[in-house]
């Protein structure tokens, strides 16, 4: 083994160097070029090896063996004309990954960081679950081929197949995990790392309100917006019910007052366009679910979200509005969010332009926030302030006040509908046991796929197109969570974490990405949704079969393949053999649901979140904060006031003050030309 200066972090190999030959396998000590460490931190424990074998591939190990000490590796391997792998960091602290000779390896070595911690939770790593995992997956999991374990259990299906009932809307939704790569010892294992992980224990921590969020030492407590059986539930020895229900009740009397044509603008006329304002969290809940259950719609209200600060999401929900018929709901906690506020700034001088009476505001602007003070200086009543405590974190508070634009278009006895789905599969979450626990298992493959088999990537294609934004929706839930790398101790994982989550609405999808499913080099865990009952039968139901064939035809496929024989029976010539040989035991979830309701969705989204906590909590990440989000805008806010004034600004890289002076130039080309416009327009007059 090699010794790295752990104050340096770039590593080359050199295979001039000598070389020590063990067995079959040559251990190349390669040479080392260095460049000071970011960090500038002492660093000690990790080792590296290369080597080589008879037939000359080249092969590079890392090892740590100072866990106390160490934090993590961060790999790049460099790989002319072929896909490259990385480990970020390798999935398992032993792994080798393969090298062709004469290329540039690089190691970054970070420290481990001491920030607020959350004990008595173990690395999972450590676990004896884990390590049994993982001998579980050397000996049978990546050999296990899934149209033979059909064939040798006849009743697999059953076995892997779980339903859910839902007391919302008396519907039942099954999940069929019997096409994934697991066998019954590869389930036991798994529900062994959840027991060790800790997994119930967090659980039951959440839903006792304790501060899980430690980070920001907040309760993490979405699931008590939604107890619509009224349960007790805490914070810190204060019960949170009746608040809910004094903000649901809001919202019920609000939502009924708009729909109804009670409430109604300045001028007397009845709202019929809804513009919510707001980003991230605040947008994409309510956007997803208002589309999803738009046959459940008033569709004589219009409604936009406004999110994004480039000003044509703006223009364009204001374009075909009428002041006079539309109301603004301001979604933001704090009230002070860059793009809301600016946004809602924009949006109140467009109304005053036409009401010109700054006392008409309160008649169509109402907040989502908890900031009176900044909510009052805006101009809107605190009478029409619908407020959510800091316990709901941003990208669950669909259930929330964020909720009110659904409530708004839905009506409030389906947004309660939609509460009471995801409630029910809140109690399915923490009372049934793991083997049956539907959430637990879902985060569990997960995990096995993310750190066992190395994929970096889940899909999500519903089978719906009301659903078409339901994908970007669960992006936030899973990405904003899981996109962490250092543990609730305050250490750098040594696995891999939160997927990359993508999707689109299936059969589109299948015209666009599904080749890299079927015959691509990656890995790429599925999950089909579909419903059995179309709120659009049309056609006598024939849309429907043909979407409902694809749905089962599409899992079928990615599991079974098409061998070369397969392919020359059907007259292939033997050059095109390979081309149209699909490999197949490609690994998909079927969620097979009888209609979407707002109690199937709020259910479905439920799902996901508890999926989301219990990779977390296996992998011992806080899911709750989004530190992540804060070093861009910071940066932004400064490098705005340079847009705004002359000269080139200063303290960039030289890449960021060269894009910078290159906007400056054609921004300032723009201006003058709209003031050639504006001159000569005035001497035509």
């Known amino acids: ?399 929330s006040a964020i909720g009110l634009s659904i409530a708004l278009s839905i009506g409030f006895d389906n947004f309660h509908e939609f509460l009471a789905g995801a409630h029910a599969m809140d109690k399915h979450f923490r009372e049934t046991p793991l083997e049956k626990n539907i959430p637990i298992i879902g985060g569990l493959l997960s995990v096995w796929y993310s750190d066992f088999f190395g994929s970096q990537t889940h899909l999500v294609s519903p089978f719906d197109q009301y659903l078409h934004r339901f994908p970007a929706y669960l992006q936030q839930l899973s990405m904003e969570s899981n996109g962490k790398a250092v543990t609730r101790t305050g250490d750098y994982v040594r696995y891999s974490t939160g997927p990359i989550v993508f999707g689109e609405p299936a059969t589109n999808a299948q015209h666009s990405f599904y080749q890299l499913l079927h015959q691509g080099t990656k890995l790429i865990p599925t999950d089909f949704i579909l419903a059995a009952q179309s709120h659009n039968p049309i056609e006598g139901g024939k849309h429907q079969t043909m979407l409902a064939s694809n749905f089962f035809a599409q899992a079928e496929a990615l599991m079974i393949g098409k061998t070369p024989e397969q392919v020359r029976a059907e007259g292939a010539l033997g050059n095109l053999v390979p081309h149209k040989t699909f490999l197949g035991n490609r690994p998909t979830t079927s969620i097979l649901a009888q209609k979407i309701t707002p109690g199937t969705l709020g259910a479905l989204i439920a799902y996901y979140e508890h999926v989301t906590f219990t990779e977390g909590a296996v992998w011992n990440i806080n899911s709750f904060d989004q530190w992540g989000v804060e070093l861009g805008k910071v940066l932004a806010k400064k490098i705005e006031k340079e847009l705004e004034t002359e000269g080139e600004g200063g303290g960039h890289d030289g890449s960021t003050s060269g894009l910078i002076a290159a906007y400056k130039k054609k921004a300032s080309l723009l201006r003058e030309v709209e003031k050639l416009t504006c001159r000569l327009t005035i001497e035509r007059k």
């Not at 990385?86 to 792994?95: A, I, R, V």
């Open 1 to 399: 083994m090699a010794d790295i200066d752990m104050e340096k972090e770039v590593y080359k190999n050199d295979d001039s160097n000598a070389r020590s030959t063990s067995g079959n396998i040559e251990v190349v000590p390669s040479s080392m070029t260095y460049s000071p460490d970011l960090l500038n931190l002492g660093l000690g424990g990790m080792e590296i090896s290369q080597h080589k074998s008879n037939s000359g591939q080249t092969s590079l190990t890392l090892v740590n063996s100072s866990l106390p000490t160490f934090a993590t590796v961060l790999c790049s391997i460099e790989f002319p004309d072929r896909q490259k792998p990385s480990c970020y960091p390798p999935p398992n602290p032993t792994d080798s990954f393969q090298t062709p000779p004469n290329t540039v390896n690089t190691v970054n070595i970070v420290t481990r960081k001491h920030i607020q911690t959350m004990a008595s939770f173990p690395e999972a790593s450590n676990l004896n679950a884990w390590k049994a995992l993982q001998e579980h997956y050397n000996s049978t999991g990546r050999n296990i081929t899934l149209k033979d374990e059909f064939k040798k259990d006849d009743l697999r299906f059953q076995k892997f197949s779980h339903t859910f009932v839902n007391t919302a809307d008396k519907s039942e939704i099954l999940f069929d995990f019997s096409k994934n790569l697991i066998t019954e010892e590869s389930i036991t294992l798994l529900i062994q790392l959840a027991k060790e992980a800790g997994v119930e224990k967090l659980r039951d921590q959440m839903f006792n309100g304790e501060p899980i969020n430690f980070t920001e030492d907040r309760a993490v407590y979405h699931v008590a917006l939604r107890n619509v059986s009224n349960q007790e539930m805490r914070v810190k020895g204060k019960s949170v019910v009746e608040e809910v229900n004094s903000v649901l009740n809001h919202m019920k009397e609000f939502s009924e007052q708009v729909r109804s044509g009670e409430w109604k603008g300045y001028t007397g006329k009845k709202i019929n366009t809804i513009i919510n304002v707001g980003i991230g969290g605040s947008d994409l809940g309510p956007v997803m679910v208002t589309e999803a259950l738009k046959p459940y719609s008033d569709r004589n209200l219009t409604l936009h979200f406004v999110s994004n600060i480039d000003g044509t999401h703006a223009a364009e929900a204001l374009r075909d509005s009428d002041p006079e018929t539309t109301l603004f709901l301001i979604a933001s906690k704090t009230f002070t969010t860059a793009e809301t506020i600016t946004n809602a700034n924009t949006a109140k001088a467009w109304f005053l332009q036409k009401a010109k009476d700054t006392a008409h505001i309160a008649k169509h602007f109402v907040a989502l926030s908890t900031n009176e003070a900044e909510v009052t200086k805006f101009g809107i009543d605190k009478k029409n302030m619908f407020g959510f405590e800091s316990w709901v974190g941003g990208r669950y508070s669909v259930w």
